[in-house]
């Protein structure tokens, strides 16, 4: 397997000064849980790696994985660990739906932290810090160990997570490769995010590259509504949880409308699907708790929820 230490662009060719290590002092892979958390996007066994240790983003950004299943290496692309199944491909380019579209815009990707989410307040989200401190709450079961941020867009609590302290790693993962810039924006100019356990991973949250229950809590900030599949994702995140595991999400909830019949509000909600799914309270409990979670409990004020469910 080849390491990737080739092609290196200057931005990131700055990363190696924040290992302790020289170039010739690469080391085979160390057997970190860290580590054996990755896993192929096509099979999903462990990824193999290559590179120097640590789960840090420069120590990944010198490191080459690949699978020994499909045998086909993954490596990072800028700042973050391309994780997706297409990854590498020449030739293929495979279009994606508006609402993913939309986030993998520079420009939207640069808004996003500047205004765009703290527009959400109008809707009755309370706010970053608030947010936060409900999610640390329902993670409580969690602490200590490894966090994935599913959709974390320009990880503005992906940094919040590493920053507490109160994990043993934090993985910032999102499809849009803008969006895992602008984190990379953020975190660049504080040493203590290039040397702590905190990664970043391009990867779709229908395809978690990570091994069946090696992840103890993951966290989908104001993404569901997001996500093409809400059920595949769902599925894909109760897979990787282990047992115990908590998932705590926030989104947009839709209210059960008197008014219209279920034939017409079903028909609305195909046509907005397309742009964004908003799901009513009891639709959001009702898959959590088909993809095999327990302990399903919420919160809601205005248009905001906040859910959180675990793994049996
Ligand atoms: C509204 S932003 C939420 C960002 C952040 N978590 C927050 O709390 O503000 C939604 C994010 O979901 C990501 N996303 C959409 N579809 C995805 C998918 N299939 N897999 C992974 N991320 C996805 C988008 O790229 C975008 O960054």
Redesign the pocket.
């Known amino acids: 397997m080849n390491c990737h230490v080739q092609g290196v662009s200057a931005n990131c060719a700055n990363l190696y000064k924040y290992l302790d290590i020289q170039d010739s002092s690469i080391e085979k892979k160390s057997n970190d849980q860290e580590l054996e958390l990755l896993a192929c996007p096509i099979c999903y066994t462990p990824l193999i790696r290559e590179g120097p240790p640590g789960f840090n983003v420069p120590a990944i950004y010198w490191s080459g994985f690949q699978c020994q299943k499909c045998l086909k290496s993954y490596s990072s692309k800028e700042i973050f660990l391309d994780l997706t199944i297409t990854s590498g491909t020449k030739d293929y380019v495979e279009f ?1 739906p508006f ?2 579209e ?3 815009n520079p420009i939207v ?1 640069f808004l ?2 500047r205004g ?2 703290q527009s ?1 307040s109008k809707r009755g989200f309370p706010g ?1 810090d608030e ?1 936060f401190k409900m999610a640390q709450e329902y993670f409580k079961p969690a602490e200590g160990g490894i966090l994935v ?10 940094r919040k997570f590493a920053k507490s302290g109160t994990y043993s790693a934090v993985v910032a ?4 490769e803008n ?1 895992l810039r602008q984190c990379y924006d953020f975190i660049k100019k504080d040493d203590n995010f290039l040397t702590a356990k905190f990664s970043l991973v391009r ?4 395809r978690l590259p990570f091994s069946s229950g090696s992840v103890d809590a993951v ?5 569901l ?5 809400p059920s595949n ?1 769902v599925a894909e995140i109760s897979r990787i949880l282990r047992s115990g595991g908590v998932v705590v999400g ?1 989104t947009f909830v839709s209210f059960e409308s008197r008014i219209f019949p279920p034939q017409i509000k079903r028909k609305f909600r195909q046509l907005m699907s397309t742009i964004f799914t908003f799901l009513t309270e009891k639709e959001i409990a009702d898959l959590f708790n088909s993809c095999g979670f327990v302990n399903y409990t919420c919160k809601i004020q205005q248009h905001f929820i906040i859910f959180s469910a675990q793994k049996p």
């Open positions: 994606k609402k993913i939309l986030f993998r990707s996003y932290e765009w989410r959400f970053l947010e941020d599913v959709s974390c867009g320009s990880g503005l609590f992906s993962l999102d499809l849009s969006m990867a779709d949250v229908s966290h989908a900030g104001a993404a509504h997001c996500w093409p599949s994702a926030t």
